[in-house]
């Protein structure tokens, strides 16, 4: 089949094995292309430690301009021991929410799934977790993190501390559309996370959300659950959920604590969308005490990969990489993360091949 569309990706490798993953990332996406009417063009561009040591910032300006420019941003990991003294805007780190905020993204979008081939890796019971499928959307610009007023005083006597939890209706409703959207697509359930019964931020974020579902969503699903039972409920039966919904802070805790049902952060991914560019990245770090092993798993950066697909339209392509990744895991190849011994490169090879088998039956 002949491409008809090309689609600009900017990828930003990053430090520790970031630029291992990211690369395997990189090789399962051109193989799935193909077939499905569209090339992809790759640009690699700093970011984080190594754009530290190389340009004096984390996120120099020439990364950024490409970023706005390109169709899509795959990322691999920031940061390291190497940059630890850093502060302030040096930090690694600090490059990374430079570009989200740069580029816009509001909803961070983190799926957990647990195959029943990797339900034995889980640290909970396996028939507890197996067919766990839920995508937590948090948002991502708004609440705690940014609030104002927010700062520490100086007192002769004692010092205080103040962070303010905020959000305005716009900043809800937006959220609370990327969710029902998303749950439209599966099977049609929110469950809407907040703190209502002690904090009047998640009185309006739940009035604003259940507006949203009636106005504008009436056929689908919602609940809500106070966030401290949210929690223990991921743990004793993460199959109820479908999709949740839920502000920075709620999210950021939610979201780690679900990474933990797979039994391995090297299969998860999570996409920053909702503004001018998707952004794209695994959600382990840079595990830097493992660079240049071949032990990295590559899954989460490859399935990251697959969302990218899937924000660019290509949802048959982005479905024959998860395909690929299934198929790997259930032919039971597994990396150390997984208790096996399968390197970096011959995993993704797997999924690779996979995808290639699966191309052929895709109409030409």
């Not at 931020?201 to 579902?213: D, H, I, N």
Request: glycine share 10%; net charge negative.
């Amino acid at each position: 089949m002949q491409p008809t569309q090309t689609y600009q990706i900017a990828v930003l490798p990053g430090d520790g094995i970031g630029p291992e993953v990211t690369d395997e990332a990189v090789r399962v996406l051109e193989a799935a292309a193909p077939a499905h009417g569209f090339s992809l063009a790759f640009e690699t561009y700093p970011i984080g430690g190594i754009a530290i040591d190389q340009y004096g910032e984390p996120l120099p300006a020439t990364t950024l301009a490409a970023c706005r420019e390109a169709d899509a941003v795959l990322l691999g990991a920031v940061g390291g021991p190497n940059w630890d003294n850093e502060t302030g805007p040096r930090r690694p780190e600090s490059g990374l929410l430079k570009l989200r905020k740069s580029l816009g993204v509001y909803a961070n979008l983190r799926p957990v799934t647990v195959p029943e081939s990797l339900a034995d890796a889980s640290p909970l019971r396996a028939e507890r977790v197996a067919g766990t499928d839920v995508l937590i959307v948090r948002e991502l610009t708004g609440g705690i993190y940014f609030g104002q007023p927010r700062g520490v005083r100086h007192h002769v006597w004692k010092n205080t501390a103040t962070n303010t939890m905020s959000y305005s209706e716009h900043e809800i409703a937006r959220i609370a559309r990327v969710a029902f959207t998303w749950a439209e697509k599966r099977s049609g359930r929110v469950t809407s996370v907040d703190k209502a019964n002690v904090l009047e931020v998640s009185q309006l974020w739940r009035e604003v959300v259940t507006k949203v579902q009636q106005d504008e969503f009436p056929q689908l699903a919602l609940d809500h659950l106070y966030v401290d039972n949210a929690a223990m409920q991921l743990v004793r039966g993460p199959r109820q959920f479908d999709v949740i919904v839920t502000g920075n802070l709620f999210g950021d805790i939610l979201s780690d604590l679900a990474a933990t049902l797979p039994g391995s952060l090297g299969l998860l991914p999570s996409a920053s969308v909702g503004g001018s560019v998707g952004l794209f990245e695994p959600v382990h770090g840079s595990a830097p005490d493992i660079v240049g092993t071949g032990k990295a798993n590559p899954l989460a950066a490859i399935l990251s990969g697959a969302m990218l697909l899937d924000e660019l339209g290509e949802g048959a392509a982005a479905q024959a990489v998860r395909h690929g990744v299934d198929a790997a895991l259930g032919a039971g190849l597994r990396t150390a993360d997984l208790g096996g011994s399968a390197s970096t490169v011959e995993m993704s090879q797997a999924v690779v091949d996979a995808v290639a088998v699966s191309q052929n039956h895709v109409p030409a």
